[in-house]
Nanobody, 124 residues
Framework: QVQLVESGGGAVQAGGSLRLSCAAS????????IGWFRQAPGKAREGVAA???????GYKDSVKGRFTISKDHSKNTLYLQMNNLRPEDTGIYYC??????????????????WGQGTQVTVSS
């Protein structure tokens, strides 16, 4: 069965960096879409960065130039490098994947499988 396990969250001050990891198992890692989403307290979950099946990437406007999504096929792992973090980046970060679609972008409804999330807290 498909499993997505996030790690790497923590508490940092504004301007700091974190790297999140998502270990994927139970399917061929190169299949479909995979991406990062986040949910701040009291707010709706939103897309942060994602890969489509053809390797193209998409980013939320507010993270462009600060966050970088990457993946290591040899480790079946997705990463999110987050630099110059801001308090508004605080939230639970989730990894999500879909195995049937080739183009998912940052649309939550297109992702079938979700991890449990990892907390990121950025203080000012």
């Amino acid at each position: 069965q498909v499993q997505l396990v996030e790690s790497g969250g923590g508490a940092v001050q504004a301007g700091g960096s974190l790297r999140l990891s998502c270990a994927a198992s139970g399917y061929t890692f190169s299949t479909g879409c995979i991406g990062w989403f986040r949910q701040a307290p009291g707010k709706a979950r939103e897309g942060v960065a994602a890969f489509d099946a053809n390797g193209s990437t998409g980013y939320k406007d507010s993270v462009k130039g600060r966050f970088t999504i990457s993946k290591d096929h040899s480790k079946n792992t997705l990463y999110l490098q987050m630099n110059n973090l801001r308090p508004e980046d605080t939230g639970i970060y989730y990894c999500a994947a879909d195995l049937r679609r080739n183009a998912c972008g940052l649309h939550l409804g297109r992702y079938r499988f979700w991890g449990q999330g990892t907390q990121v807290t950025v203080s000012s």
